[in-house]
């Protein structure tokens, strides 16, 4: 029995000992260029080819890119409240007077701009004015087909109370200096 314990013992200690041999590791590769692939073409949709049915048959033209020329001197009101007036004269492009008063009784003042509170920036494409306090206030003037747009962007310092925030642009027959 005492042979026996040690054949097994023996056997055990031979077995613990024998660890499988491991798996030989690979060897790290060398970097791969990635290969230049082609992307597949994105598939059309059906909206793409298709023309979009309001502009079929219609010859849409770029706007032209030329001087702004306009002199308006009038006063407008819209159904809420908001009363104006502008006089505005721009010759080839170059701002010559400007004054714009927009009242808003409902949403708690008005805004008022004066060309001597800004300097001329820009002439083309569109005529841009900037403040002179640096505030960022600007005012952008664009003909839009018959009628020529005076937008006003970042100017509640010019403005009373929350007008600012209900201020549109005002807009100007070119030909005729009636605005809206």
Same mark, same amino acid.
């Given at each position: 029995?005492?042979?026996?314990?040690?054949?097994?013992?023996?056997?055990?200690?031979?077995?613990?000992?024998?660890? /499988?041999? /491991?798996?030989?590791?690979?060897?790290?590769?060398?970097?791969?260029?990635?290969? %230049?692939?082609?992307?597949? *073409?994105?598939?059309?949709? *059906?909206?793409?080819?298709?023309?979009?049915?309001?502009?079929?048959?219609?010859?849409?033209? /770029?706007?032209?890119?030329?001087?702004?020329?306009?002199? %308006?001197?009038?006063?407008?009101?819209?159904?809420?409240?908001?009363?104006?007036?502008?006089?505005?004269?721009?010759? +080839?492009?170059?701002?010559?007077?400007?004054?714009?008063?927009?009242?808003?009784?409902?949403?708690?003042?008005?805004?008022?701009?004066?060309?001597?509170?800004?300097?001329?920036?820009?002439?083309?494409? +569109?005529?841009?004015?900037? %403040? +002179?306090?640096?505030?960022?206030?600007?005012?952008?003037?664009?003909?839009?087909?018959?009628?020529?747009?005076?937008?006003? +962007?970042?100017?509640?310092?010019?403005?009373?109370?929350?007008?600012?925030?209900?201020?549109?642009?005002?807009?100007?027959?070119?030909?005729?200096?009636?605005?809206?």
């Amino acid at each position: 029995m005492k042979h026996s314990f040690s054949v097994v013992a023996a056997t055990l200690i031979v077995a613990a000992c024998a660890t /499988p041999k /491991p798996a030989p590791q690979p060897e790290p590769e060398a970097p791969v260029e990635p290969e %230049a692939t082609v992307a597949p *073409e994105p598939e059309k949709s *059906e909206m793409e080819t298709r023309p979009l049915k309001y502009l079929a048959n219609r010859k849409i033209m /770029p706007q032209p890119t030329r001087p702004l020329n306009i002199k %308006a001197g009038c006063s407008f009101a819209d159904e809420v409240g908001t009363r104006g007036r502008l006089d505005l004269q721009v010759k +080839n492009a170059d701002v010559k007077k400007f004054t714009a008063v927009v009242n808003m009784p409902k949403h708690g003042g008005a805004c008022r701009f004066k060309l001597d509170q800004f300097h001329q920036a820009a002439n083309l494409p +569109n005529v841009l004015l900037e %403040a +002179n306090d640096g505030s960022g206030c600007t005012v952008r003037m664009w003909e839009q087909g018959p009628k020529t747009m005076v937008a006003f +962007n970042t100017c509640p310092g010019f403005c009373d109370g929350q007008a600012f925030d209900y201020l549109w642009p005002i807009l100007v027959e070119t030909r005729t200096g009636r605005c809206f």
